[in-house]
């Protein structure tokens, strides 16, 4: 899935705010958008765990509450706050990265930078995935969406703020409406719809072929939200207020999203009352992810919000600054995370042989925990080590394009 996870933050103004003599409000504030972003990494690595060792037991889009386990159902949707948290993110580091530049010269920061990603994702990020090149199918997935956000924002960026807004809750709500319009391969605009909104396969040449995973249209939408909400961490705010803000819009959203799925009239596909509490449950929480219907955001948006102002609040705990730390080297940590699953499936696969059809894979989705888990430590000190490189190293130029920042202040007791 990620990123630029780049945080657009990191300029020379941003990195003095992550020295321990900065303003504290200022490093304060950053280290609880850091740590967010390190929470849903972690959450990433269990799916990225489950994809690469218990995909011989898929789940559709939405998921089938009715038929999917509910171990299986629970552990897929642990992952759906990740890339909601980090494209909304990339809209509020967007926002301040640009606080001490004009919007030319942030209109080309993230064009260049959403152009970085979109080579990445059809490159580093596909042959690890697919350990092909060229690969025969290139998948469109979340990091090439949020390249195409950033461009698709550098262009809106001289719109009002409130227009911002606007435009962007208007995608997000109202995208839905679209779900039925849909183009086959021989219409003209097959493949610039398929793109925005239209979840399919676009044959290429030479037997090649694109699957656009993730349509870039509500994405559009969540950076733009993301951007609007940058004046809330603006310097000289009050952290209490802004908290306060945080958690309240986070509220509201979860309360909407309550509420209209229980009308179930709009924003995804129906849930069913089933004699089955549990299975009830879960109908009523699956969502579309491709591409993400408002039942999915809403709640995912929401719930990033409540978690922002959580950290905000604790951010002096050490799971606050270690998370931070890991948050501050995302695109380093996410190839890295890539790389490292793909080398344990080859080595596994090598020793045991495929045990689950053409494929090894875990018997149980308790293997899938166990491994995350055990990952954590290791991928730790690498992603340290990158960040107090990039902090040191300011003369090297190649370091700047992973966004990286100094780790952050040491932490007190919460």
């Excluded at 489950?50 to 995909?55: A, C, H, K, P």
């Excluded at 719109?159 to 086959?184: K, S, T, Y």
């Amino acid at each position: 899935m990620s990123i630029p996870f780049a945080s657009a933050h990191r300029a020379s103004h941003s990195m003095s705010a992550f020295s321990a003599t900065a303003a504290p409000a200022a490093s304060h504030r950053l280290i609880a958008i850091d740590a967010l972003r390190g929470f849903v990494m972690l959450l990433m690595l269990i799916d990225h765990v489950r994809e690469t060792f218990f995909l011989h037991q898929q789940v559709s889009d939405p998921m089938n509450a009715l038929s999917v386990d509910p171990a299986l159902f629970f552990t897929r949707l642990t992952s759906q706050l990740c890339a909601p948290a980090f494209v909304f993110l990339t809209g509020l580091s967007a926002w301040l990265y640009g606080q001490d530049r004009s919007p030319a010269a942030t209109a080309a920061f993230l064009v260049k930078r959403g152009a970085f990603l979109i080579v990445l994702e059809l490159t580093l990020v596909s042959f690890a995935w697919t350990a092909e090149f060229p690969p025969s199918t290139l998948w469109l997935q979340v990091i090439w969406a949020i390249g195409l956000s950033m461009v698709a924002l550098a262009a809106l960026l001289r719109l009002p703020r409130g227009a911002q807004f606007a435009l962007g809750a208007v995608i997000v709500a109202g995208h839905n409406l679209l779900d039925g319009f849909r183009l086959g391969p021989d219409s003209a605009g097959f493949v610039p719809w398929s793109i925005l909104h239209q979840r399919v396969f676009i044959e290429l040449w030479d037997g090649m072929r694109a699957r656009t995973t993730y349509p870039v249209l509500p994405w559009i939408g969540v950076i733009l939200l993301g951007y609007a909400a940058g004046p809330w961490y603006a310097r000289g705010t009050n952290p209490h207020a802004r908290i306060r803000r945080l958690a309240g819009v986070g509220i509201g959203l979860v309360a909407a999203y309550v509420a209209l799925r229980a009308l179930n009239v709009y924003g995804d596909a129906p849930w069913r009352a089933t004699g089955d509490a549990l299975r009830t449950a879960m109908s009523f929480l699956a969502a579309t992810k491709y591409p993400p219907s408002l039942m999915f955001l809403l709640p995912t948006l929401g719930a990033s919000l409540l978690l922002l102002a959580w950290f905000e609040r604790r951010e002096r705990c050490p799971v606050a600054h270690r998370l931070a730390l890991l948050g501050g080297a995302p695109m380093f940590y996410y190839l890295l995370h890539l790389y490292v699953l793909k080398a344990l499936y080859l080595a596994a696969l090598a020793t045991f042989g495929a045990n689950q059809g053409a494929v090894f894979g875990f018997s149980a989705l308790w293997g899938v925990w166990l491994v995350a888990a055990l990952l954590v430590v290791p991928l730790y000190w690498p992603v340290r080590w990158f960040a107090r490189l990039k902090q040191r190293r300011k003369d090297l130029p190649w370091l700047k394009r992973d966004g990286a920042r100094p780790p952050p202040p040491a932490p007190r007791l919460c």
